[in-house]
């Protein structure tokens, strides 16, 4: 069974913290894929990062870095700097990998770490 | 370009009735997920649509169902609606296999 955990269910910084959101993950694939989105109060989720299995590396992106390491089925996403509008809930997702590569179209979400950054 | 659209953005509804969801995808993008998010829990896949035929379903019971048109619009439809429906519908449409699913603002539907 696919499953993805985040544990941390709200967060609060004061602005120009830094802060990491946790996810741990499981999987009998061996192949995947893992994702974040942000939704913010409108409710859209917005795209973050996609990252597949085959590829441990750390990503940077801006004030944004994610931290994959299979060894710990641990996906963790960390905001540098944060600011207002970084508030939301962030959700993990994970999803299979379909024999061409791609990712298949069910995507696992955990239950969303709120985010909350104080002015 | 326009994004994912849903329609409507609220519904409120009685149990017992039915209801249903619009999604319009991306213009290009054969594929539409929907999705069921219930408040303070991540969004539950409930189905996928390709070229207008099922390609992957979700635990929901049968009184969910959907299908997609020639535009590869869809909508989602629910039976006999229960207290338990109330959620955010979110709808998520994708342009090929190796790319990203993105997201419409979703229908929040009230069953009182």
């Known amino acids: 069974a696919q499953k993805v955990t985040q544990a941390q269910t709200e967060i609060s910084v004061v602005e120009k913290e830094d802060v990491t959101l946790d996810c741990v993950y499981e999987?009998?694939?061996?192949?995947?894929?893992l994702f974040w989105y942000k939704q913010p109060p409108s409710g859209e989720l917005v795209f973050l990062i996609r990252r597949n299995s085959f590829d441990e590396q750390n990503e940077i992106s801006g004030r944004y870095s994610w931290n994959f390491q299979k060894s710990t089925s641990s996906f963790n996403f960390t905001i540098t700097a944060s600011q207002v509008v970084d508030s939301a809930v962030y959700f993990c997702?994970?999803?299979?990998?379909?024999?061409?590569?791609?990712?298949?179209?069910?995507?696992?979400f955990g239950t969303g770490t709120l985010l909350a950054v104080q002015p | 370009d326009a994004g994912v659209t849903q329609s409507p953005t609220h519904l409120i509804k009685t149990r017992g009735q039915h209801v249903t969801l619009r999604c319009s995808p991306i213009s290009g993008h054969k594929s539409v997920s929907w999705y069921q998010q219930v408040l303070g829990q991540g969004p539950q896949f409930i189905f996928q649509?390709?070229?207008?035929?099922?390609?992957g379903r979700g635990n929901f019971p049968d009184r969910f169902s959907a299908r997609q048109f020639p535009n590869y619009s869809s909508e989602l439809n629910v039976n006999a609606l229960l207290l338990g429906d109330s959620a955010l519908y979110l709808c998520?449409?994708?342009?090929?296999?190796?790319?990203?699913?993105?997201f419409g603002q979703g229908t929040r539907l009230t069953v009182v």
């Open positions: 997702a994970l999803s299979g990998m379909e024999a061409h590569g791609g990712a298949t179209n069910k995507l696992i």
């Open positions: 649509y390709y070229e207008k035929e099922e390609r």
């Open positions: 998520a449409s994708r342009g090929g296999a190796n790319t990203e699913a993105f």
């Open positions: 999987t009998r694939d061996t192949t995947y894929y």
